[in-house]
């Protein structure tokens, strides 16, 4: 590629953002729950290895998306188990899973708030992540991210 050309999912990057804006967000006309599998569909087909490994994540944080709102869909792709995020490859939402939650629980801690806004979801979270370690596939780095992030978790619930 020639210099100063955007990889191609720089490209996609720019567009969504400029979706985004153009349509103030609006869930109707710009659906994170439909757009978030969509693109990260396209990054595991299409971008695996190109760029930073959680650009879809990102993507949507800087476009203002809740971190609730994006936990929701992922924890949804994870346990669903479907094409292409199946067997092995479950491990791609398993790390952008990770990396949402470890954002939104330092995200929380920074503000000073609760953590994840309430404990009824601070605890949803400590199962999901106890469930990533139990369900296997998950990188070494992975498994340990999970158990610290648990740990600080059970820490503030007591």
Sequence with gaps: MERGTPQPFEAVIDKVRSLGSRLRMSETV?????????LERYAIEHQRHVG???WVVDLFLDLGVAH?????????????????????NRRYIAHDLLYLLDNWFHETVRLGGM???SDIVAERVSETLLLLQQGGG???EQLEMAHTLRSRIDELLR
Excluded: Q
């Design 30 to 38: 710009f659906p994170v729950r439909e757009l978030l599998p969509m």
């Design 52 to 54: 930073p490994a959680t």
């Design 68 to 88: 609730e709102s994006l936990y929701a869909v992922l924890e949804a792709m994870y346990y669903t188990d479907e094409a292409p995020f199946h067997g092995s």
């Design 115 to 117: 953590v994840f806004g």
């Design 138 to 140: 998950i990188t070494p």
